[in-house]
C-alpha cells in the first residue's frame, strides 16, 4: 500500500541553526500539506502546496519558514534559524485530487531545538 | 476563531462494547470531515471521512454527521484491545479547501 515517508526521523538542532525536514507524497497524489505537533497539543495545520506553489499557509508559517517540491518526489519544510518553540512533531500529509478529500500522513519528523 | 471541540477523555470502555466519540465544530461553512486514531508517539492515521448528513459505515465503524446541530460522531462495534488510541476529529475550514482544523483528541482505552 502506498504512503507517505519522512525523513529524518529524528532531527536535534541548536537554536538559530536552519533544518530541512524531507518527505515524499504518495505518487499519485498532487496537495501536500505540512502540519505540526507540539508534544500534548493538537495538530496544527501549517501549509498546503499545490502545483508547485503555496496554496493556503497558516500564521504559524512566517518568513522562517518555507517549502519546496525541488523535484517530482520531494516535498521538503525548511526552517531558517529555528527557536526552541519549533521543537514538535512535524508530519507531511498529501491527498490525491481535492483539497478536501482525504489526507494521508507520514510517520512524522521529531524536532528537538537545543 | 474556528474551533473542533472534543472531550479529552480518557473513555474507558469494555473489550466487546461501543464505543462512542463525539466532536462539534464551530464552523457552519465546513463540508468535510474526518477520524483519524493516533497511536502515542505516532502520526494520526484515516480512519472515516464523512461529508453528507447521516451514517457512513465501514467494517466496525460508523461516522455520524448532523449538520444541522454541527455534531459528528465515530461508533467503533465490538471494541477491541487495539482501539485503544487518541481519537482525532478534523474538520476542513469553510472558508478553505486545504487546512484541517483539529480537535484536541478524545484518549479511548478499551479494557479487557
Known amino acids: 500500500e502506498p504512503e507517505v515517508t519522512q525523513t529524518p526521523s529524528h532531527q536535534v538542532t541548536q537554536m538559530g541553526q536552519e533544518v530541512i525536514l524531507r518527505c515524499v507524497p504518495i505518487?499519485?497524489?498532487?496537495?501536500f500539506y505540512w502540519y505540526r505537533q507540539i508534544l500534548g497539543q493538537k495538530v496544527e495545520f501549517l501549509v498546503s502546496?499545490?502545483?508547485?506553489?503555496?496554496?493556503?499557509k497558516s500564521e504559524i508559517f512566517d518568513d522562517q519558514f518555507s517549502v519546496e517540491r525541488p523535484d517530482g518526489s520531494n516535498f521538503t519544510l525548511k526552517i531558517r534559524s529555528t527557536k526552541l518553540e519549533d521543537s514538535a512533531m512535524y508530519f507531511c500529509?498529501?491527498?490525491?485530487?481535492?483539497?478536501?478529500?482525504?489526507?494521508?500522513f507520514g510517520p512524522g519528523t521529531r524536532l528537538l531545538v537545543l | 476563531q474556528k474551533e473542533v471541540e472534543q472531550n479529552s477523555g480518557p473513555l474507558s470502555v469494555p473489550e466487546g462494547a461501543i464505543a462512542s466519540l463525539n466532536c462539534t465544530y464551530s464552523?457552519?461553512?465546513?463540508?468535510?470531515f474526518f477520524w483519524y486514531r493516533q497511536y502515542s508517539g505516532k502520526s494520526p492515521e484515516l480512519i472515516m471521512f464523512?461529508?453528507s448528513n447521516g451514517d457512513k459505515e465501514d467494517g466496525r465503524f460508523t461516522a455520524q454527521l448532523n449538520k444541522a446541530s454541527q455534531y459528528v460522531s465515530l461508533l467503533i462495534r465490538d471494541s477491541q484491545p487495539s482501539d485503544s488510541a487518541t481519537y482525532l476529529c478534523?474538520?476542513?475550514?469553510?472558508?478553505?479547501?486545504?487546512?484541517?482544523?483539529w480537535g484536541a483528541g478524545t484518549k479511548l482505552i478499551i479494557k479487557p
Open positions: 500529509a498529501s491527498s490525491e485530487t481535492s483539497p478536501a478529500g482525504s489526507q494521508y
Open positions: 505518487s499519485n497524489h498532487l496537495y
Open positions: 502546496f499545490y502545483n508547485n506553489e503555496i496554496s493556503e
Open positions: 464552523d457552519r461553512g465546513s463540508q468535510s
Open positions: 464523512i461529508y
Open positions: 478534523a474538520v476542513n475550514g469553510g472558508d478553505s479547501n486545504y487546512q484541517l482544523i
